[in-house]
């Protein structure tokens, strides 16, 4: 065998094979060294990148190494490289207010809330001072009269009312042969006037056969203490005999105003029969 090595040995071999020794081990220190070194000085390559001797620029060769990328640095020592949080710094000034923001738009009309519940009654209140006394009020006078007739030609006056100022309303009745009238008269002083409206119907409700009469008047100088007719109803000639009307009648003298509100009938027949009932309503004026 070792006359085999001997056979091949030469010095050519023998430079040859020293030669790739030295290359693999350096290669081998190159990387170890330059792991070592960049761990070691990790710290002071991040505190200062110009940390070497001669200042700014220096080298740092076979001593320190510049780390500008966190590849440069092995993954081991990477897993040892934790620092813990620093305490919280103080509190900065408070700045200044910003400015109002603009005003939103409205927002739609929310649902009608339930009706409460109604309140308790209040206590009462103080009597308040008496008011003034007011204006007259109307007087209301209140009239029934009725009459029955049984001569040929008889003639029956039935007063109403008759005011101090002379003033004085009668309900007349009349009747003559085989028909009779019932009539409304007025009198009164210098300046009274009247006017009268009347609905007349017969018994079943039909048309009054003889139309009733309505008179507008006024008392003058000449006719002072004459009585006016306001209006006069007539019985009928045939059966139906009974007439029936509706008055309202307004009187006026320069010291008072009348209303009169009043229902008459008017029977004829075998005999003559009259009615009236109403309300006068007296008003100072």
Known sequence: MFSL??????????????AL??????GALAAAGHYLSAGATAASAFDSPTSAPGGPGASAAGH???ITSIKQISPKVRKTLKHDDG???????????????????AGPRGPEGQRGRIGERGATGVEGPTGPTGATGANAVSFQRSGTLTELVQLAVFPLFHLAN?????????????????DLTVSGPVGTEEQARMVA???NGAPVADAARVSYGRV??????????????PTNTNAPYV???????????????????????????SQYTCAVRGTAFITPR
């Open 64 to 66: 320190h190494h510049r």
């Open 21 to 26: 020794l030295l290359c693999a081990s350096g």
């Open 5 to 18: 090595l001997r056979r091949h040995l030469s010095y050519a071999n023998i430079a040859a094979t020293l």
């Open 201 to 203: 119907t017969q018994l």
């Open 243 to 269: 007439n029936r009307g509706h008055i309202d009648a307004a009187i006026t003298t320069p010291q008072d105003a009348v209303l009169v509100d009043a229902y008459v009938e008017a029977a004829g027949g």
């Open 166 to 182: 002379g003033l004085a309303l009668d309900f007349t009745c009349l009747d003559f042969l085989i028909f009779g009238n019932d």
């Open 220 to 233: 003058t100088e000449h006719r002072r203490g004459e009585a006016m007719t306001i209006f006069t109803l």
């Open 87 to 105: 305490a919280p710094g103080a509190t900065g000034p408070t700045g200044p207010q910003g400015e109002a923001g603009a005003t939103g738009a």
